[in-house]
């Protein structure tokens, strides 16, 4: 696995950028997961670019370099932390880290949680709002929300038709919790169009003055 470094240090005449790198993993390895010496990776300088000007304290250097390091070594993540944290010393004033293939791998499996998690949302909140509203276009379920899919990044029916999806596929998980909450009615039509829309005045009553605001089950 590759891990990728830039630092900024200021370079000391006796103790060479590279063979302090190569101390403070020696001694991360030797000191807390007791690997031999004779087996420690290699590092590798892949650039370094001195700072056009020169500080208070000196001159100053920003150098980048790269670790690899076997998928077999136990506790890979914490000799690679360790080691990120020892960079940071008297004469290293600054640490990134730009590339980690382990953390690459963790985001890619709570990626995949979390699209589990928003399509099993998807259809219970399908099958919620089809039952509610059953002569409804079910590609606007969202007809009497206030939460509403974003207009830069408003589908057509057509796409979601190709992509068999609907509204809820479009929506952010911020935007869940405010599902089932009602537009406000504007003006006397819309809401006269809201009577209109139930069979009777005790459904309206239930739905619109002291039930779910958006007609669905409480």
Request: glycine fraction near 2%; charge should be negative.
């Amino acid at each position: 696995m590759i891990f990728e470094f830039i630092i900024v240090y200021q370079p000391q005449e006796n103790e060479p950028v590279l063979s302090l790198l190569q101390e403070k993993l020696e001694e991360v390895f030797s000191n807390e997961y007791n690997q031999e010496t004779g087996d420690l990776p290699n590092i590798k300088i892949n650039f370094e670019r001195q700072q056009s000007v020169d500080t208070d304290e000196g001159k100053f250097i920003v150098l980048g370099f790269s670790l690899e390091l076997s998928d077999n070594i136990s506790s890979l993540r914490e000799v690679v932390d360790e080691f990120t944290k020892s960079l940071v010393s008297d004469n290293i004033e600054h640490v990134i880290k730009c590339e980690d293939h382990l953390l690459y791998n963790e985001l890619r499996d709570y990626a995949k949680n979390i699209f589990f998690i928003e399509m099993k949302l998807r259809r219970v909140l399908s099958v919620i709002y089809l039952h509610a509203y059953p002569k409804a276009d079910p590609y606007n379920l969202l007809f009497k929300d206030s939460v509403q899919v974003a207009e830069k990044e408003k589908p057509t029916e057509e796409q979601m038709k190709e992509l068999a999806e609907n509204q809820f596929f479009h929506l952010t998980f911020s935007q869940y919790i405010h599902l089932n909450q009602r537009k406000n009615i504007k003006n006397i039509a819309e809401f006269i169009e809201s009577i209109r829309d139930k069979d009777t005045f005790e459904i309206f009553r239930e739905q619109e003055i002291s039930g779910s605001p958006s007609g669905l089950p409480v």
